[in-house]
């Protein structure tokens, strides 16, 4: 990134700013619903694509640019790494981001105002990207799932197998079920 990047304008991320340009000082509050783009996500957890991200930011100028300090809520929708149950939760996330104004000879990820307007869709996506978890869990004491038979112990978690029937009782164990149909 360079102070030449460019902004998409059409983006729901992309927030003007006019008012605070080269005023150190000005302050403006942004709260919005914004629609989630594409991948903001790991592998087994994330956005769902549409979903809003809840937006509430402090917007301050200072004089190398414009501080943007704040959170962004979603709702994070994966998969348990135990269980493979759903897990769904809902939290915020801290943002903060300096957008300089050109000109400023900074780290090769800087982001830049352009023209009067910052987009927050990088620092949005930093700020959640990066708190994900890689093994998301339903509840952190799940249980998980029988190593035998795939049952979810969550559901009951005396399951077990007892001791392994002999084969040569397996077939008698059948006939005496078949004996035991009610009404007979
Ligand atoms: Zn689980
Ligand atoms: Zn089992």
């Given at each position: 990134m360079n102070e030449h990047q460019t902004i998409?304008?059409?983006?729901?991320?992309v927030i003007s700013i006019h008012e605070l340009v080269?005023?150190?000082?000005e302050l403006k509050e942004f709260h919005r619903d914004i629609p989630a783009p594409a991948q903001v996500r790991v592998e087994m957890i994330g956005v769902r694509e549409g979903s809003p991200i809840t937006v509430d930011v402090r917007l301050e100028s200072v004089s190398e640019g414009v501080l943007a300090t704040g959170t962004v809520g979603a709702e994070l929708i994966g998969e348990c790494a135990r269980c493979l149950g759903e897990v769904r939760e809902t939290r915020d996330f801290e943002l903060q981001e300096l957008f300089y104004y050109p000109g400023h000879d900074g780290e090769e990820d800087a982001l830049f105002v352009v023209d009067n307007n910052i987009d927050l869709e990088q620092p949005m996506r930093d700020a959640i990207i990066l708190e994900?978890?890689?093994?998301?869990?339903?509840?952190?004491?799940c249980l998980g799932?029988?190593?035998?038979?795939?049952?979810?112990?969550?559901?009951?978690?005396?399951h077990n197998h007892g001791e392994q029937i002999d084969p040569r009782w397996a077939d008698l164990q059948a006939f005496r079920t078949q004996d035991a149909i009610p009404g007979e």
């Open positions: 998409d304008l059409r983006s729901p991320w080269r005023r150190p000082g994900l978890p890689f093994t998301p869990l339903c509840r952190a004491d799932l029988c190593p035998v038979c795939g049952f979810n112990l969550n559901e009951d978690p005396g």
